[in-house]
């Protein structure tokens, strides 16, 4: 029995290669579900917080959601107004995906924390999901 996984960049192996809308505030939920809805036959999953003022174990579950082996791929929606460490959990997504993507693969620039308008959507991703065409099941 074989089955097919993702190799990620820090060593550890997903079976999944789900892309994860993460809202930051529950002001922005609606945004995230929107966002979400059109890929909703697709490996997408919407997280958040649901509050305005986070705290530390609300930050530690985001962390280790938007870092799991199996998550590809995170779009962080954030207002602006909220408290969370919007950078925080952008620099740690980052660094569990720290080497390079897959040649194959590219991911779009960013902008950098300096050059984004206060409020506006993060990313990052070093692992792209593969279009559901190229997926083969597991046997």
């Known amino acids: 029995m074989s089955m097919r996984g993702f190799l990620r960049s820090d060593g550890r192996k997903g079976i999944r290669n789900t892309v994860v809308v993460a809202y930051l505030v529950e002001c922005a939920h609606h945004v995230a579900r929107e966002i979400a809805l059109p890929f909703r036959d697709r490996d997408v999953h919407v997280i958040g917080f649901p509050g305005c003022y986070p705290n530390s174990y609300a930050e530690t579950m985001m962390e280790r959601l938007c870092t799991h082996p199996n998550v590809g791929a995170v779009l962080l929606v954030s207002l602006g107004c909220e408290s969370f460490n919007k950078y925080r959990l ?28 206060p409020g506006a959507p993060s990313t990052f991703s070093s692992r792209p999901a593969p279009p559901a065409s190229s997926r083969k099941p597991a046997s």
């Open 90 to 117: 952008e620099q740690t997504g980052q660094a569990s995906s720290s080497s390079a993507p897959s040649a194959a693969a590219p991911t779009a620039p960013r902008a950098s924390p300096a050059t984004r308008p």
